[in-house]
């Protein structure tokens, strides 16, 4: 994910900002997971968790701006805030483990075969981040739509491209919900 960011700066000159942001945020969930699989505590396994958090919440948008703009599809600056601030309200919620029940009532640390993992109950409002990027993926699948539906051949030909990479991501999501991996594929 770090040569992405190197490769994009390089070659992307600043022609679309967005999928640099995209790419700095998969480094961060990375950097998150990483570092929750070193952490010798339940504080920087937190912090770390937190971390992974920080990069996935903002991913999400990212992935609906590229769309949306591929697309032609225009996100008004109203909107991109409201975005940016359930973003950060979301992030608030999915990081408050050992502060606050809401997301986990309880979470202790657990050592797999020399990696850390959380051992988590979940509160009542972590249903919140799942619907978060439900939303998201429906979002994605609008804006896809929509551009189907102009006609022109251009956005056909990159809806039908938007919507193979969504369908992959749909169902790698669903997959992994399924069958409640320790780990992070999407």
């Known amino acids: 994910?770090?040569?992405?960011?190197?490769?994009?700066?390089?070659?992307?000159?600043?022609?679309?900002?967005?999928?640099?942001?995209?790419?700095t945020s998969i480094a961060v969930t990375n950097a998150g997971y990483f570092t929750l699989s070193l952490a010798p505590n339940i504080t920087l396994a937190l912090c770390s968790n937190a971390l992974a958090y920080l990069g996935s919440v903002f991913l999400s948008m990212f992935m609906l701006l590229i769309i949306a703009d591929l697309c032609n599809v225009v996100i008004s600056k109203k909107l991109l805030i409201a975005l940016v601030v359930i973003g950060v309200v979301i992030f608030l919620i999915a990081s408050s483990g050992g502060y606050s029940d809401v997301y986990y009532k309880t979470v202790s640390l657990n050592i797999v075969n020399g990696a850390t993992t959380?051992?988590?109950?979940?509160?009542?409002?972590?249903?919140?981040?799942?619907?978060?990027?439900?939303?998201?993926?429906?979002?994605?699948?609008g804006i896809i739509l929509y551009s189907?539906?102009?006609?022109?051949?251009?956005?056909l030909k990159v809806s039908v491209f938007l919507a193979a990479v969504v369908s992959v991501n749909i169902g790698v999501w669903l997959i992994e919900s399924i069958m409640h991996s320790q780990f992070e594929f999407l």
């Open 1 to 23: 994910s770090l040569a992405l960011i190197a490769l994009c700066g390089v070659t992307n000159k600043r022609e679309n900002p967005l999928l640099l942001w995209l790419f």
């Open 148 to 155: 189907f539906f102009r006609k022109s051949e251009k956005n």
């Open 118 to 141: 959380l051992k988590k109950t979940y509160g009542f409002l972590h249903p919140v981040y799942k619907i978060y990027i439900i939303t998201y993926l429906l979002g994605m699948v």
